[in-house]
């Protein structure tokens, strides 16, 4: 929901008669908070809500026990052994969530087979290994590593992938959209805003229109988790026009211009989403703090607030020793978290760091899956007083 834009032929005035050689045109509303928020008109050939038959699936395969171990500890998941290839809907796997989110990873090895939507959640997938391109009504959006990739809730979709990739899944179960402290009162990004206009790409027109993508006539559905496969009647693609607000984008997490101060900048600094009851943050190369005694490695904090989950991408990350790209760690609200032995002092003196990674602040604890602790690791929590060789610091 960044602006608005046209694609396409559409009518002078909405809900008025439009005629698409010689045939009244469909007008289809696809509209957020009722009918107050933003929204999006499509403009089909045929009826796109005709169903021939639905079928109950039962839950995302992907779905797993959540719930709380009663122990409180920083933990650390190897992501890149969560699950098996699969499309890149069904071989996902949620690691944990809580009432506003859900954090899935996928190990994707092949194009999603059929028309997807999810009924529960805005979705924003970071894509950490691969490139492909999203289809659905609204046109194509390409993609590669390193973007950040929003589909609105309950939009048909499918990912087609170039290869095998490796994809970070935010579930957004009460919404996601820009921070309203970088908009001004007619909607615009301020001026002083980590991004522009110009940094978002927008869903593109194909020749002939998305009905020549070929789209299958198979949408599964989700909603409180459970998957409905419906056989639809026409062509949901057949769209000869829309105009909006509510579109898929992609945005290219080195596109965001991070902020540099006398001393160290709390992470509110770094914040690109936000929904309800979490934000994400976005940690690239950057310049550090340049007061002459500055100690640019973030300092010990006690969030007594909010769980935190980095997902860490490439390069040397500041405050953390035993992490690599692909991991995830999640520091539970009120336990205190720091740099690692040596990491703070060690930073002293540097004029940048070269880190990429995502970060998630929650407001409700997190709680973990089954999948998520078959991939943790056991000594993270006492990591901190421990050597490489297993010996107790002093």
Same mark, same amino acid.
């Given at each position: 929901m960044i602006h608005r834009l046209q694609r396409g032929i559409v009518p002078a005035k909405p809900h008025t008669v439009f005629e698409v050689d010689g045939v009244i045109a469909y007008e289809?509303?696809?509209t957020r908070r009722g009918f107050e928020g933003a929204y999006t008109i499509m403009y089909h050939r045929k009826p796109p809500h005709w169903v021939k038959r639905e079928d109950l699936l039962g839950p995302?395969?992907?779905?797993?026990?959540?719930?709380?171990?009663?122990?409180?500890?920083?933990?650390?998941?190897?992501?890149?052994?969560?699950?098996?290839p699969g499309?890149?809907?069904?071989?996902?796997?949620?690691?944990?969530?809580n009432k506003d989110i859900g954090i899935w990873v996928t190990?994707?090895?092949?194009?999603?087979?059929?028309?997807?939507?999810?009924?529960d959640a805005d979705e924003m997938t970071f894509v950490f290994k691969g490139s492909g391109r999203v289809e659905c009504p609204l046109g194509v959006l390409p993609f590669t590593a390193g973007d950040y990739v929003y589909v609105p809730r309950a939009l048909p979709h499918r990912w087609r992938l170039d290869g095998p990739s490796s994809l970070l899944?935010?579930?957004?179960?009460?919404?996601?959209?820009?921070?309203?402290?970088?908009?001004?009162?007619?909607?615009q990004l301020t001026m002083d805003a980590p991004y522009s206009h110009r940094d978002f790409r927008e869903p593109s027109w194909p020749d002939g229109g998305p009905e020549k993508?070929?789209? #299958?006539? &198979?949408? $599964?559905?989700?909603?409180? =988790?459970?998957?409905?496969?419906?056989e639809l009647v026409n062509d949901p693609f057949d769209v000869v026009g829309w105009d909006g607000q509510v579109w898929p984008f992609a945005f290219p997490i080195r596109a965001y211009q991070p902020?540099?101060?006398?001393?160290?900048?709390? #992470?509110? &600094?770094? $914040?690109?989403?936000?929904? =309800?009851?979490?934000?994400?943050?976005?940690?690239?190369?950057?310049?550090?703090?340049?007061?002459?005694?500055?100690i640019p490695c973030p300092y010990p904090h006690s969030s007594v607030d909010c769980d935190e989950v980095i997902f860490y991408v490439d390069g040397n990350f500041t405050s953390r020793n035993?992490?690599?790209p692909g991991s995830i760690t999640l520091h539970p609200i009120g336990v205190p978290h720091g740099p690692h032995p040596g990491r703070y002092e060690a930073s002293i003196g540097s004029s940048r760091t070269d880190e990429l990674a995502v970060m998630v602040d929650t407001f409700s604890a997190l709680l973990p899956t089954d999948h998520a602790r078959a991939v943790e690791d056991p000594g993270y929590n006492q990591s901190w007083v421990r050597g490489v060789d297993g010996g107790v610091l002093e």
């Open positions: 289809h509303c696809f995302h395969p992907g779905l797993a026990s959540a719930s709380w171990d009663g122990a409180v500890r920083r933990r650390h998941f190897r992501t890149g052994e969560v699950g098996e499309s890149p809907f069904h071989a996902r796997r949620l690691l944990m969530g190990r994707a090895d092949r194009d999603d087979e059929v028309l997807v939507a999810n009924g899944v935010l579930e957004a179960r009460s919404w996601i959209d820009l921070p309203k402290q970088f908009r001004n009162h007619v909607g993508l070929d789209a #299958p006539r &198979t949408l $599964i559905m989700q909603r409180h =988790g459970d998957l409905t496969a419906m902020k540099t101060g006398l001393v160290h900048l709390p #992470p509110t &600094t770094h $914040i690109t989403f936000a929904g =309800g009851g979490f934000v994400v943050c976005s940690f690239v190369p950057r310049l550090v703090d340049f007061h002459k005694q500055a035993g992490v690599s």
